[in-house]
């Protein structure tokens, strides 16, 4: 059971601000209004949760109009300006969790994997607060459709690189906007391989970050990950240097890559830098089918890998329903969509 002292506050014991509450009541009663738990199942969507956390604060407008009124006054009955800073952060960072996704603090979810072949495990994917446009920094539904696929891929369209003797074995499976690293870090768990996860720069950090707290989980699964920035259609001389000898890796994977008009392009020339020129080598690819664009984007993808000097072909394809979201920006529904997925290998002209 809980610490009484640590349960929320009903609206009517918040303290009055006429009554110029100590610096330590208020720090006391603010944070009792933090949100807990701070990890998240996957089984509970945002929406669930920020209703959940909505009913323990009891009255949420009380405790709205509480927050606003702290932000909103000087404090000057505190007794330094960094005590007044302190509560007025708190109460900003309470206020922000009741404001939907896109105004929540960071959170960390669990996403668990379970399947007579590789037994069950879980990775703790921590999301930060969103900011801009900077979507690596949320996990998408594709990444989870494609990892719960990751299984069924290796004694099917991609078995040649993973059964026992193969000719070429993916020492290194590199992963292509990895985002917050749900899909590389299952990889690692399911195939038990190496696997590179990279991004923009700016994602880095975050990705780092989610290898690090599940390194033990990859581990104990046989797998190794790695973090290393890489942008599509970056310039070479700024490439980190186990990018720059080309065509190296035997298995590319990638999910929900296309929101941008140059993203077809701009992807498709990493997989070309990347990717091996001979027969085995692999790209697994999923792009969720949300809307116009993304269908149009995905036009346009197909068009760039089948040509240039190292076309593509698509070998196997084929779309599951899925969830392309877990609730946001007060979205009251999850989003069911259709994923599309295909294996592409070279074309016999681009190894000779
Ligand atoms: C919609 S998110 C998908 C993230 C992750 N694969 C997932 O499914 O949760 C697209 C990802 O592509 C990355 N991205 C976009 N443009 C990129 C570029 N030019 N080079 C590298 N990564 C890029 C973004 O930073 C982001 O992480």
């Not at 921590?126 to 900077?134: A, H, I, N, V, W």
């Not at 941008?260 to 392009?265: F, I, N, S, V, Y």
Request: aromatic share 8%.
């Amino acid at each position: 059971m809980r610490d009484a002292a640590l349960l929320p506050l009903p609206g009517n014991e918040l303290p009055h601000l006429w009554q110029k509450p100590a610096y330590g009541v208020l720090l006391t009663c603010l944070q009792k209004l933090r949100v807990e738990p701070r990890v998240w199942s996957l089984d509970v969507s945002c929406t669930d949760i920020l209703r959940e956390q909505d009913a323990t604060a009891h009255d949420r407008r009380e405790t709205v109009s509480f927050l606003s009124a702290i932000i909103k006054s000087t404090l000057a009955w505190l007794d330094s300006d960094d005590e007044r800073e302190v509560i007025w952060e708190e109460a900003s960072k309470c206020l922000a969790e009741r404001c939907g996704r896109t105004a929540m603090g960071e959170m960390t979810r669990r996403w668990p994997f379970e399947n007579d072949g590789y037994g069950a495990f879980s990775l703790a994917i921590r999301e930060p607060p969103l900011t801009g446009d900077s979507l690596g920094l949320k996990t998408w539904g594709s990444s989870y459709a494609l990892a719960q696929l990751l299984n069924e891929f290796a004694s099917g369209p991609l078995a040649h690189l993973f059964s026992p003797g193969a000719m070429s074995t993916p020492d290194e499976v590199l992963e292509l906007g990895s985002g917050t690293g749900l899909l590389g870090l299952a990889a690692a768990c399911i195939w038990r391989t190496s696997v590179v996860l990279t991004d923009l720069p700016i994602i880095i950090p975050n990705l780092a970050h989610n290898a690090s707290i599940n390194r033990e989980v990859v581990e104990a699964h046989g797998g190794r990950v790695e973090v290393a920035p890489l942008t599509w259609g970056g310039a070479e001389e700024g490439m980190y240097p186990m990018f720059r000898e080309p065509n190296r890796y035997q298995l590319i994977i990638v999910a929900d890559p296309l929101y941008d008009d140059d993203h077809p392009m701009l992807l498709t020339s990493a997989i070309d830098e990347q990717l091996g020129l001979n027969a085995e080598a692999r790209v697994l690819i999923m792009v969720p089918q949300r809307d116009k664009t993304t269908k149009d984007l995905l036009g346009l993808l197909r068009k760039e890998l089948s040509r240039g000097p190292n076309p593509l072909l698509c070998l196997e394809e084929d779309v599951v329903d899925g969830q392309d979201d877990w609730g946001e920006d007060n979205d009251d529904e999850t989003r069911q969509v259709g994923f599309w997925w295909a294996v592409f290998g070279r074309a016999e002209s681009a190894r000779r």
